[in-house]
């Protein structure tokens, strides 16, 4: 049986949680953090960074690096990289992927439910 995870998508961090053994426990992140910078970055070659990979270029590449993305839920802001507009949303996605991936990575197994 799946188990269900719970994520907080948080403006400065982020992190993912399940129940093991009747108790809750923080999956720890691919870097081995409990929390995820919610921060997503575009390199110059145009890949994706997420996270504390994104956060530790960000002073380098704050152009293309977006931070506290949350505050603009609900608004029109955009921001352009290399001819593509991305929404808070889909920015915020990119972070929920991740975060995702962390856990099935942990677990073992593709996780098909989430409580956000």
């Not at 049986?1 to 809750?24: Q, R």
């Not at 608004?75 to 593509?84: L, P, S």
């Not at 915020?92 to 991740?98: C, N, T, Y």
């Amino acid at each position: 049986m799946s188990k269900v995870i719970g994520i907080d998508l948080g403006t400065t961090n982020s992190c993912v949680a399940t129940i093991e053994n009747g108790e809750p426990i923080v999956i720890a992140n691919a870097e081995g953090a409990r929390t995820t910078p919610s921060v997503v970055a575009f390199n110059k070659d145009g890949e994706r960074l997420i996270g504390i990979t994104a956060k530790r270029q960000a002073v380098t590449n704050p152009e293309r690096t977006m931070i506290s993305v949350k505050r603009h839920m609900g608004t029109d802001w955009k921001t352009d990289i290399d001819g593509t507009e991305y929404t808070p949303q889909e920015i915020s996605a990119f972070i929920l992927q991740k975060l995702k991936a962390d856990a099935e990575a942990y677990l073992g197994h593709e996780i098909k439910q989430a409580v956000i």
